[in-house]
């Protein structure tokens, strides 16, 4: 008994294949889609807040996701630059092998060392959420809206030269390498730092993060390696 809030912006009908998929694969009793880009917006779907980009969208679903969990907040780069399969069979593990009882949320856990304090040194990548519980859903689902309505201090002058060095990478191999206008850069840099304020906040308040790939450790490396040289790849593809 599995609720899903997934966040689109745009439209696909190749998503709507893969969606019934995921629904089928994972035997869902609720899938809720948040599309961010209202234009484009079906009539099943609901007007995405977008106002902190997934973010925001993210504690939107959160709220309105029902049942006693586990649930799973994720957004369409499952279709575009994740192997979905693999990671939906890794899921199908987690969620049989879970503690359903345990105050904690379980995702893609990242690291970009521990030098600077606006970064933790263990993160979730801010694409995909397993939550066992309601009580682990409420939880996140506050801690995000509270980030989201909260105005970002100035950063520190390390992280400052580390958001500058990870949006505009020398090298293919590094970093972002998406259309670089100025309202695309302010978005991914926002993303960026809501990404680590959120693992942060939940340190603060003692909710552990956890690795998918606890279940399945080799799965979890294959499925890394995967989705990293398809990203590269795809960067490679825009020269």
Same mark, same amino acid.
């Given at each position: 008994?599995?609720?899903?809030?997934?966040?689109? +912006?745009?439209?696909?009908?190749?998503?709507?294949?893969?969606?019934?998929?995921?629904?089928?694969?994972?035997?869902? /009793?609720?899938?809720?889609?948040?599309?961010?880009?209202?234009?484009? $917006?079906?009539? @099943?779907?609901?007007?995405?807040?977008?106002?902190? #980009?997934?973010?925001?969208? +993210?504690?939107?679903?959160?709220?309105?996701?029902?049942?006693?969990?586990?649930?799973?907040?994720?957004?369409?780069?499952?279709?575009?630059?994740?192997?979905?399969?693999?990671?939906?069979?890794?899921?199908?593990? %987690?969620?049989?092998?879970?503690?359903?009882? @345990?105050?904690?949320?379980?995702?893609?856990?990242? /690291?970009?060392?521990?030098?600077?304090?606006?970064? =933790?040194?263990?993160?979730? %990548?801010?694409?995909?959420?397993?939550? =066992? &519980?309601?009580?682990?859903? @409420?939880?996140?689902?506050?801690?995000?809206? @509270?980030? $989201?309505?909260?105005?970002?201090?100035?950063?520190?002058?390390?992280?400052?030269?580390?958001?500058?060095?990870? /949006?505009?990478?020398?090298?293919?191999?590094?970093?972002?390498?998406?259309?670089?206008?100025?309202? &695309?850069?302010?978005?991914?840099?926002?993303?960026?730092?809501?990404?680590?304020?959120?693992? %942060?906040?939940?340190?603060?308040? &003692?909710?552990?993060?956890?690795?998918?790939?606890? #279940?399945?450790?080799? %799965? +979890?490396?294959?499925?890394?390696?995967?989705?990293?040289?398809? /990203?590269?790849?795809?960067?490679?593809?825009?020269?």
């Amino acid at each position: 008994m599995i609720s899903i809030g997934l966040v689109v +912006y745009g439209n696909s009908a190749k998503w709507q294949q893969q969606i019934a998929g995921l629904k089928k694969d994972l035997q869902v /009793t609720q899938l809720l889609v948040a599309n961010n880009d209202h234009q484009n $917006c079906r009539p @099943e779907e609901i007007k995405g807040d977008n106002s902190s #980009f997934e973010f925001s969208a +993210y504690a939107q679903l959160g709220s309105l996701l029902e049942g006693d969990g586990p649930f799973v907040i994720v957004n369409d780069t499952l279709f575009k630059t994740h192997w979905q399969q693999g990671w939906t069979r890794l899921l199908q593990k %987690a969620i049989a092998r879970m503690d359903r009882r @345990e105050l904690v949320v379980w995702g893609d856990i990242r /690291t970009d060392g521990d030098d600077i304090p606006e970064r =933790p040194a263990l993160f979730l %990548a801010s694409w995909i959420f397993v939550l =066992p &519980n309601r009580q682990s859903l @409420e939880a996140f689902v506050q801690i995000l809206s @509270e980030l $989201c309505a909260a105005k970002m201090q100035e950063p520190s002058s390390a992280y400052a030269h580390f958001l500058q060095w990870w /949006t505009s990478p020398s090298r293919r191999l590094f970093g972002w390498h998406g259309l670089r206008t100025a309202e &695309n850069l302010q978005r991914k840099i926002r993303s960026i730092r809501l990404e680590h304020a959120l693992s %942060a906040a939940l340190h603060q308040k &003692n909710i552990p993060i956890h690795s998918l790939g606890h #279940f399945s450790p080799l %799965a +979890y490396k294959f499925l890394r390696l995967f989705d990293r040289l398809r /990203t590269r790849l795809d960067s490679l593809k825009s020269l």
